[in-house]
């Protein structure tokens, strides 16, 4: 595997790199991975671990209207920062504390 992608507790998504490879061959697994997991979507989704610029991007349209808000993990704030929401409960830049 390129990218590790494992669903933990229903809204914690546990990302990470794995095998070496180009973003050309990380996202296409990252995109087909994220169809496999058939997320079931919800209020909040919190992303931890690291993550290419490209694959953020893939991460972020595959999930940004499954759940009312996501929110990913800033180890400098020991929390998740709002990065998408559609909720009025979760303002883009809040933090939610981990």
Do not use: C, W
Not at 6 to 23: C, I, Q, S, T, Y
Not at 47 to 53: C, I, K, Q, R, T
């Amino acid at each position: 595997m390129k990218y590790n992608i494992e669903l933990m507790n229903g809204n914690v998504l546990k990302v990470g790199f794995g095998d070496p490879a180009p973003n050309t061959e990380i996202v296409t697994e990252v995109t087909e991975t994220l169809r496999g997991l058939d997320l079931p979507g919800g209020e909040l989704l919190l992303v931890n671990g690291p993550a290419s610029l490209p694959v953020a991007f893939v991460m972020a349209h595959a999930v940004g209207h499954l759940y009312s808000a996501v929110g990913v993990f800033d180890p400098k704030l020991s929390g998740y920062v709002v990065a998408v929401s559609h909720d009025p409960r979760f303002t883009v830049g809040d933090l939610i504390p981990q």
